[in-house]
């Protein structure tokens, strides 16, 4: 793959994590009217009056969620719980996703955002504490049970 592919890639990354933080930051200063004097935040320039209708929004971005087990189990074991998810973003090329493991109430415990390069999954890096509370916050909303 060639260095223009992989920088599309990455970039794509990119776009759909400041899109998760947009959505983090919205839903934040609707929380708090001190941010929010107007009543409403503007996304793409859409006004948005309350948290849910920013999740509504929100809830258009995955392509699908999926959830499973990496640890062996019985066979019928009832208590069987998954420890991973993916929040598939885009799929083809490029293929993003929020990727992470789940705790014991199956809810994200840990995120990062992921990109498909030379055959293999790969981490972007270098988020910022802000980026890494808004991905984690976003995975979090899709993984509740």
Sequence with gaps: MNDFNDFSDKNEA????????EFYDAYQQLDDTQNCVDGY??????????????????????LSVEMRSVD???F???????????IVLTSGGPNTQVFGTLDSECEAGTA???????????VLEDLS?????????FAQEFTLM
């Design 112 to 122: 990062e955002i992921q990109y498909w390069h030379a055959s293999k999954m790969v």
């Design 14 to 21: 990119h776009r759909k994590l400041v899109r998760i933080v």
């Design 72 to 74: 062996w189990q019985q």
């Design 41 to 62: 935040v503007e996304i793409d320039g859409d006004k948005f009056y309350t948290q849910e209708d920013v999740m509504d929004l929100m809830q258009d971005m995955p």
């Design 129 to 137: 504490k802000h980026e890494q509370d808004a991905l984690l916050w």
């Design 76 to 86: 019928g074991e009832p208590n069987y719980l998954p420890d991973e998810y993916r």
